[in-house]
């Protein structure tokens, strides 16, 4: 009850302009009480055991043009190291994998060279004089020795400082071309170009013309062209 000319307050909140029935801070609070209970669940903690692999990347085959096999060695005369070369045409220096050769002092260059890659930081790796030897260039080059290379397997990275323009080793061709015998073709009715059905045979020697005589010195007789009317 409140009294005339004064201002009511509630007993709940203590906030003047409304009486506890209409606390809107108690009605609140008694909801939250009738609300339904939450499911609680617990989480039990077990250690991480995580077993570590080394995996290697297969080999991509858009590589498969560019490699090719090679021999590496202190000098033309020192003992030759079998390598697995890629061409790398947007390489300026040539790379060699570390270990492949005994390098040494005597054939370290004295000088170094700064390598980085796409957002990766200049390194620089020691340059050492090696004889190399491969479809594409032979001679004594500079390369920089590196921990590792890109792909897997790959021992020596051929640049364009090395190979210059050169992408993929020239065309070999031979002079006298092999000549099958003339026996085995007609024995076996087999040609190297195509292969010759037994009625496709047939069929050709059915529909065959001789043409020789249009060759020939003497002139061919032609049959008489018919008469006007």
Avoid at 50 to 58: G, R, V
Avoid at 82 to 110: H, M, Y
Wanted: a negative charge.
């Amino acid at each position: 009850i409140s009294l005339p000319g004064r201002q009511t307050h509630c007993f709940d909140c203590h906030r003047p302009g409304h009486i506890v029935k209409d606390c809107l801070i108690l009605k609140r609070c008694n909801e939250q009480k009738r609300s339904p209970p939450r499911e609680i669940r617990l989480l039990t903690h077990q250690p991480f055991q995580s077993e570590m692999k080394e995996t290697t990347k297969p080999e991509s085959s858009c590589f498969t043009p560019f490699l090719s096999q090679g021999v590496v060695a202190e000098n033309e005369n020192g003992t030759h190291v079998p390598v697995k070369i890629l061409r790398g045409t947007g390489a300026s220096q040539s790379l060699i994998l570390q270990g492949t050769l005994p390098l040494d002092e005597n054939s370290f260059t004295g000088l170094s060279v700064l390598l980085s890659g796409i957002n990766s930081e200049p390194v620089s790796r020691p340059l050492h004089r090696v004889w190399l030897q491969c479809d594409l260039v032979q001679g004594v080059f500079d390369l920089a020795v590196c921990p590792s290379l890109p792909i897997t397997g790959v021992t020596v990275l051929l640049g364009n400082d090395v190979a210059g323009g050169v992408v993929v080793p020239p065309l070999q061709i031979i002079e006298s071309p092999l000549e099958v015998a003339a026996e085995t073709a007609e024995t076996s009715k087999y040609y190297p170009a195509c292969v010759v059905t037994r009625a496709q045979s047939k069929l050709t020697e059915d529909s065959l013309i001789d043409v020789s005589g249009l060759f020939s010195d003497e002139k061919p007789s032609l049959p008489p062209s018919p008469s006007l009317p």
